[in-house]
Nanobody, 123 residues
Framework: EAQLVESGGGSVQVGGSLKLACVGS????????IAWFRQAPGKDLEAVSS????????AYADSVKGRFRISRDNARRVVYLEMNWLKPEDTAVYHC????????????????WGQGTQVTVSS
C-alpha cells in the first residue's frame, strides 16, 4: 500500500524552528516529486514547497521563501522541510504529497496525501 507519513510538528514560539519529515513507502519514491501543502483553520490549502529530485529543482511559496528549506534523502525515502523564523501565520496542518513537478501546486493533481502534522506558532 502506498503511503506518506509526516512527523515533526509541534508548538513553537515566534521566531522558532521546526523540521518536518515525510517518509514514503509502497510507490516509486525516487521518481516522484514530493510537495508540502498546509491548511490553516477556515482557509484553503496552500502549496508550500516541492522538490523534484535530490539535486532539485525546488520551489517555494512566496510566503515561506527564505525561511523554509526542502531537501530529500532517497536512500531513506524521506523529504524534509526545515522551517525557520516561524510566524503565527505559519500555523496549520502540514501535509506532504506525491505529485508531478509541472502540477505540484494543484491540490487536485496530487496522487497521494499524508495524514498531516500540526504546526502551531504562538506569540
Amino acid at each position: 500500500e502506498a503511503q506518506l507519513v509526516e512527523s515533526g510538528g509541534g508548538s513553537v514560539q515566534v521566531g522558532g524552528s521546526l523540521k518536518l519529515a515525510c517518509v514514503g513507502s509502497g510507490f516509486n519514491f525516487e521518481d516522484s516529486t514530493i510537495a508540502w501543502f498546509r491548511q490553516a483553520p477556515g482557509k484553503d490549502l496552500e502549496a508550500v514547497s516541492s522538490i523534484k529530485s535530490v539535486y532539485g529543482p525546488t520551489a517555494y511559496a512566496d510566503s515561506v521563501k527564505g525561511r523554509f528549506r526542502i531537501s530529500r534523502d532517497n536512500a531513506r525515502r524521506v523529504v524534509y522541510l526545515e522551517m525557520n523564523w516561524l510566524k503565527p501565520e505559519d500555523t496549520a496542518v502540514y501535509h506532504c504529497t506525491a505529485t508531478s513537478w509541472d502540477v505540484w501546486t494543484r491540490p487536485e493533481e496530487q496522487r497521494l496525501w499524508g495524514q498531516g502534522t500540526q504546526v502551531t506558532v504562538s506569540s
